[in-house]
Every structure is written in C-alpha cells, then in structure tokens.
C-alpha cells in the first residue's frame, strides 16, 4: 500500500522552489522534508523566508542518502536537470520537474532510461495546465462547442531581461537553451493539448531584437514556428521573451462551427449570437511565479502516485513536446522544415 504522507525533497531554492514547497505542504498527503541547493546557506535561507525549520543540504546526494524521501521537486537551472532526474530515479524517487526537462534529445533519452527502468513517477511544469482559462477551453473543445480544430496558435510573449533573477543564466546557450525551452513552451504544450495530434512537422524562424538589455543572448530570443499536426491540422506557436510589452499569453483556436480567442467564443452553436462572448474567468496573464497555478499541478501528482495512475503532464506527454521544440530549434538554425517521426 502506498504510504499515507508523501516526504519530499527540493532540489534548487530559487524564486520557483516557494511555489513547489507551498504547494507541497498545501497538500494533506504530502509535506517537505528537506532543502538542497548550490550552497547550504542558500537553502537556509529560503527556508528561513518560508518560516521553516528543515535539514538544509549543498548536495542533492547527501540529501537523498540522509532523508527517508519519497519524492523530489526539481527546481534548479535547466542544464541540471537531466542529471539530478536520472540520480532521482535510480534512488526509486518520484520526480517533479520543472520544464526544461532537459537541453538535448540525448539528455532526454537518459531520462526516459532511467524513469522506465525504475518505474518511478514524473510530472513537467507545463503549470499554466491548470490555469482556469485552459480548463475551460479544454472543456469547451471536450463538449464539441466549436467543431473541429483545423487551425491553432498560442503564443508566449515575456521580455526576460536583467530585471529577472534568472537572466544570468538564462542568456546562456548551454543552461537557457533556446526561446521555445527557456519558456515558449508552455504555449507549445498547450497548442499541443489543444489540437489533439502529434506533431509531423514544423517550420521556425528565429530573430534577436537590437534592444542593448537583450543582447547577452546566446540565441534567438524571440522564435516562430508553424506546426502540421497529423490528419492536416495546422498551427503557429510564437516564443519572444525579448519583447518590450506587458506579459501576453494570446490562445486563438479555429473550427469548423465556431472559434476561441482567449477568454471569448463564437459558436454557431450559441443560437442568436451577435458578438463574441466573454468568458469572465483567470487567464495566463502574469509571468510571476506566484500567479501560476502550481497547486494544481502538484495535487494531480500526488493523487498519481498514491492511485498508481500516470499524470497528464508526466513524462511521456514531455517526450512528445520536447521532441517538437529540438526539431523547431534544428529548423530556426537550418532554415528548413524538419519532419519529426515516431
């Protein structure tokens, strides 16, 4: 039987590691155990910002040898992932992981090895899943409202400039990645979530803006994509996170009876329909941590380890986006579209 009280374990305690932590504790079947991060005074510290009394660590290895854990959250800087997730599943640990999962298709498939073999959980944090507005939509779509899909996009538009903790390490080619991993993917999942297919093939354009802030860049900060989708589906996902502008989270889906644009419907469906209709309700529109629903997500985790069942953002769902954005990042460096096969 599993066990009642999930003990868990925070991997990096950077701005993120509060939302992981809060919703963990928020959580009546789990609690957090322990902190590690870069160094031990760092892990101290934000355990001292939350007001907690918890075994602080400077190595994810010492932590995991000293703390009967049952899981971990992964919230350190994306080119540690891929290595603190294999070391988390070879010690029988279910792992929350922040996205990037990981930099590369090898990183991915090590992964992959390592989760298979020792059956370990996963959930990725495509967090803005469980955002309102994109439980409504899928609702909407599940209910047939405006026919079906043939045309999507979802864009992701958040200057990340020196204003941000994380831009240090996030211009960096080797720890950021590229735009559609450093953050435009959450507007790939949910493209991908919504349209209900694979991905066959895609086509990317990358541009850098000439703003001074943003030239530390390593790559193109701001990417487009244009997607086909088995059975004909198209679609465009949009990654700037060089832009000078509010945070904007845009959703524009077509069918064959009606469309959603954000938070409004058209539908043939609505008889007497004059204008769009609004939907009042909490859209994706803020790029603070704190907005994010990372309640919902950790809850779906839990109940997924404690059912024996499998979560919707786990790793098989992240294979399938990571495959996409690889194949997106190859087609901006070469210019050509890249077909993607399974």
């Known amino acids: 039987m599993p066990k009642k009280t999930l003990r868990v374990g925070i991997v990096g305690t950077g701005w993120v590691s509060a939302e992981h932590i809060n ?17 031990k005074a760092g892990a101290q510290a934000k355990a001292q910002e939350l ?9 994810m290895e010492k932590m995991i040898q000293s703390m009967d854990l049952d899981a971990v959250s992964l919230c350190s800087p994306n080119h540690l992932h891929c290595e603190q997730a294999v070391l988390a599943a070879e010690n029988k640990l279910h792992i929350a992981m922040e996205k990037p999962v990981a930099l590369s298709l090898k990183e991915l498939r090590a992964i992959q090895r390592a989760v298979k073999k020792n059956r370990v959980k996963t959930i990725t944090g495509f967090v803005l899943r469980w955002n309102p507005l994109f439980q ?5 779509l599940d209910d047939n409202s405006v026919g079906d899909l043939f045309y999507g996009e979802v864009d992701y538009y958040h200057g ?3 204003w941000y903790k994380q831009f240090s390490w996030n211009v960096k080619r080797n720890v950021g990645g590229s735009s559609l991993l450093s953050a435009g993917c959450h507007a790939l999942d949910g493209l991908m979530w919504f349209m209900g297919e694979d991905v066959v093939e895609v086509h990317a354009l990358s541009a850098k803006s000439k703003a ?7 790559y193109d900060p701001c990417q487009v994509t244009l997607l086909k989708f088995k059975n004909g589906k198209i679609g465009k996902v ?22 959603i644009r954000n938070n409004q419907i058209w539908s043939h469906k609505l008889e007497g329909q004059t204008d769009w209709a609004k939907i009042p309700t909490i859209l994706p529109d803020s790029g603070d941590v704190t907005h994010h629903p990372f309640q919902g997500e950790i809850d779906e985790f839990v109940s997924s380890i404690l059912r024996r069942g499998k979560a919707s953002t ?3 769902w992240t294979v399938k986006v990571h495959e996409v954005i690889y194949a997106a990042d190859k087609s901006a460096k070469t210019g050509k579209p890249v077909k993607l096969t399974r």
């Not at 919703?23 to 155990?33: G, H, I, M, Q």
């Not at 990654?239 to 009606?258: A, E, R, T, V």
């Open 23 to 39: 919703a963990w504790n928020n959580n009546p079947r789990a609690e957090v155990v322990a902190l590690c991060s870069r160094t």
């Open 136 to 140: 409504i939509i899928r609702s909407m």
């Open 160 to 162: 990340i400039g020196p």
């Open 212 to 218: 001074l802030e943003f030239q530390p860049y390593q």
């Open 51 to 59: 007001g907690l009394d918890l075994p602080c660590f400077n190595k």
């Open 238 to 259: 949009a990654s700037s996170i060089d832009c000078k502008m509010p945070y904007f989270f845009n959703i524009l889906l077509l069918g064959s009876s009606g469309s």
């Open 314 to 316: 786990g790793l098989d």
